[in-house]
């Protein structure tokens, strides 16, 4: 039942064409359009010694993960509980929260293609090497998943309708991207921002992986940071999220 259910929401998600160009094609494109760029092969002081290639490549991954958590995961399951899906499937054999599974898994199942993508479109277009502390790289991107979606899931729990779950996404989605780093980069930002930024979710989630691509041992504290989100929002969705 599981695995039908995915396969209907994977169907539905593809239907509408301009969310998976929104996650998949403006990565790509923000890529594509810097790493072009005169100069864009070679290490830049204010990006932290990354190419701008490569440091573009990382952020993609970030921006995508912030689209899926914190925008589309609160407003799609927001919308089922307005329109009485969730009520509906509760007088069926099937339980509410198999539509809540699978719907994680395709997001969790699109990011990861992201960042594959990403990952090899830099390396094939620009030489990028891959993130030379693999595993580091893969631990950030599962953290950064658990905790922005984690967040996503506490907003789908109190949102009444798709309309507030995106308003109060879009609340945290673009302060998240400020103090992430992605409209200025940390390095260039004034020390007591660039600190708050690197306590947030998406600002842990990016320095830990672009410390892991450029060979950098991730600092633990940033390990912790993203799971603790996890875990608290997490806990927090689970006792909040009514399915009516």
């Given amino acids: 039942m599981l695995v039908k259910l995915t396969s209907m929401e ?143 899931l506490v907003v789908a729990a109190v949102a009444p309708s798709a309309k507030a779950g995106n308003a109060i996404g879009l609340v945290l989605f673009f302060p998240s991207l400020f103090l992430g780093g992605v409209y200025i980069p940390r390095e260039q930002m004034p020390p007591a921002l660039r600190a708050v930024g690197d306590y947030t979710p998406l600002g842990a989630t990016l320095k830990t992986m672009r410390d892991a691509w450029m060979g950098t041992e991730p600092r633990l504290a940033q390990f912790a940071i993203m799971a603790a989100y996890a875990v608290v929002a997490g806990l927090a969705a689970a006792k909040l999220f009514r399915w009516e």
């Avoid at 509410?96 to 960042?115: F, K, R, S």
């Fill in 10 to 152: 994977l169907k539905l998600f593809t239907r509408e064409i301009i969310l998976p160009a929104l996650i998949l094609l403006l990565p790509l494109a923000l890529l594509l359009g810097f790493g072009y760029m005169p100069g864009a092969n070679k290490a830049q002081h204010n990006l932290g010694g990354q190419t701008t290639a490569e440091y573009m490549a990382a952020l993609g991954v970030g921006i995508a993960l912030t689209i899926l958590g914190l925008s589309i995961l609160p407003a799609t399951l927001a919308s089922y509980r307005e329109k009485g899906v969730l009520r509906r499937m509760a007088t069926t054999p099937v339980r509410p929260a198999y539509l809540l599974i699978a719907q994680l898994l395709l997001y969790v199942a699109v990011a990861i293609a992201n960042v594959v993508m990403l990952i090899i479109a830099a390396r094939v277009l620009f030489g990028t090497h891959v993130p030379e502390r693999f595993p580091a790289f893969i631990v950030a991107v599962v953290l950064g998943i658990g905790a922005l979606f984690g967040i996503g």
